[in-house]
């Protein structure tokens, strides 16, 4: 991947470029912002998963950007209870009007991987151990 985008946008005034970690944020914030996301996933080979985290905006999305066009993978980790296909098409329609909105880019493909289900922990209340008189 290349650091930057060559010849993205001439203008009288000199060149505009984007790095293409740049449109990676961008793609990961429009994704932890749908309803039903628990979070991001590295991936298979990536690690451990990142629940709603921001430490690392760009965790779970590769970008392949050329000088007109964007073509993004997010792989996220989904709350139990929602529809898979309907979170997974918000995330393409997130991701695909915020890149394109931001950047001036044709976003052609949004391929999402949804890599995990994340259950709540059932929230128990905390039972008080009976004291124990153990000498008297």
Known sequence: MSTLIPDY??????NIQIAPEVIEIIAGLATIEVQGVAGMSGGLAGGFAE????????????????????AVDVSII????????????????????????????RVVEVNVHIH??????????????PAIMRVK
């Open 9 to 14: 946008e001439k203008t009288d005034l000199g």
């Open 116 to 129: 995990d289900v994340h259950f709540k922990a059932a929230e128990k209340p905390e039972e008080e151990e």
């Open 78 to 105: 989904i709350e139990y209870g929602y529809r898979l296909p309907e979170v997974a098409g918000a995330i393409q329609q997130n991701v695909k009007q915020a890149i394109e909105t931001m950047t001036g880019l």
């Open 51 to 70: 629940l709603l985290g921001r430490k690392n905006l760009s965790k779970g999305v590769k970008v392949d950007v050329g000088q007109r066009e964007a």
